[in-house]
């Protein structure tokens, strides 16, 4: 893929991964439909595997080498390493996965059941960047950035690809926003199958990059983000910023109060576990409720990875950890 | 309906409740499967309407009734409360609930909810009966037991119904069983469907009451149960113990570490809420993983009502609360 991806890149990324990745459901909530005013419909890629959307990019991305061998490799302490972990052993390749010091051990061990090799660094951008160049340099191995790659955003796109398949008549679509590899994704593919429809991006005010980056016209970077949604911390890359700067209406923050309402009530009402970075776009829709009433609206759920020994309302005396 | 109910009440009961119940999915599980060697198959109604196959029941007895101004009556503390309410609002008719004193507040407010008349009473049996009964006295309206009603039971043995139709060639399914409502309405459907089909009640082994009844050959009551699986308290009725004595293979009985390990199992890995009533089929499908090995398994998820505030991996120095 040499330039950003169009619908017919998400459709081949659809076709290659379709071995593989869940074709995950599309489930309403009488509850939210009344809270709204609006028809709602949820993507619910926290039944996708390892958990979250983040597998479609991997695999797609993945299964496009053609020269496979030598594996891949990338730095992230989330779903992205399990994600390419499980991707790579089911093409039966290797995935070094170079991951911070303080890593969570539960995280590092979903890494290590997946057949990852794991390389731990200290915990500062420098190290991490020059950890992995060096895996580059000695293996041979394909970096496949967690989101500033064309073949990971394709991939991402395969869920609102399904998503306007099984509900064409959408008048708006909300995905959360962090490094944007699933928002521009799913910007492409709504543009594309139903241009009515306005893309909108969820994200935390505590870590409100893209909404800044997008008034500035230019990436700025998270500032000391902190936000319960840590699949949101990190900032645009020059891939997907340009894409999101095109094709999403707007980026709406929400708060951390609201985060925890909206994942709460999922759990609650909907009967599904969510994950904060999940719920940030199901506080877009609560908050902006009213304005949506009357309209059919697809919200993406991101993923369903959490701790449950650490849930937000169990903490005393605040929200956050 | 006279006798015990056949499929083709069951039939009825589905077309009666078609446009207030909700059809639920059925989800399938990689890593279950790995786990049991076997095809799983849960039947999702925890997505139910109020969060519980409950609401099926209730809702046909309420549109069953040819008379049905004067409205229903019952006694629960429990998701047939909320069931009942809610279908009797559907109807445009009233419910009288009668709850014990010491209910939780949080039970009594959802009845309330869906406009539901509660009448507390003290928290004994005797109590509870003639409260109900003097209700019955005064208003007419009729009685819809939690689970010893032909009408109740035939609206609950539409899960398995639908479950039997998307997946025709299952060889076993596991319900919970409590009062026996579910499970007879299960295995009454199953039976005529899937003649070749075993089906299992799952029960606590605090509460084991229903296979006790069974090996004795006579209803023998609950004897101070104390189970987290709180949907499950209750002693087969004579309605539904003959039912269960003819057409369901066996009970099995599951310990409280099985009940937690199989909730939290189901959160952490299928990523939905289910309430530990619901954990007590996955946990007997757990214990006799290997004897399921290459079968295909239907487990019904009866419910998804947990208060978050209070998971049992959440307390100190035990399960249970």
Known sequence: MAGAPSLEDIRDAAARIALYARR????????????????????????????????????????????????????????????????????????????????????????EGYGGHITLCEPTLA?????????????GAELVHPYNDYRVIAGQGTAALELCEEIPDLDAVIAPVGG?????????AVAALRPEAAVYGAEPAEADDALRSLRAGRILPS????????????????????????LVRDI??????????????????????????????????????????GARIGVILSGGNVDLDRLPWRAEGGLLK
């Open 24 to 111: 995950t459901p599309v489930l309403t909530s009488r509850t939210l439909d009344e809270m709204t005013g609006a028809a709602c419909f949820f993507k619910c890629e926290n039944f996708q595997r390892v958990g979250a959307f983040k597998f479609r990019g991997a695999c797609n991305a993945v299964f496009s080498l053609s020269e496979a061998g030598r594996g891949v490799v990338t730095h992230s302490s989330g779903n992205h390493a399990q994600a390419l972990a499980l991707a790579a052993r089911l093409r039966g390749i290797p995935a070094y996965i170079v991951m911070p010091r303080n890593v969570l051990a539960i995280k590092q061990a979903a890494v």
């Open 127 to 139: 190290a991490r960047e020059e950890t992995t160049a060096r895996i580059q340099r000695e293996t």
């Open 180 to 188: 944007g590899g699933l928002l521009s994704g799913t910007a492409i």
């Open 223 to 246: 500032e000391n983000p902190k936000t319960i949604a840590d699949g949101l911390l990190t900032s645009l890359g020059e891939k997907t910023f340009p894409i999101i700067q095109k």
């Open 252 to 293: 709406v923050t929400v708060s951390e109060d609201e985060i925890v309402s909206a994942m709460r009530l999922v759990w609650e009402r909907m009967k599904i576990v969510i994950e904060p970075s999940a719920a940030v776009a199901v506080a877009l829709l609560l908050q902006r409720g009213a304005g949506f009433s």
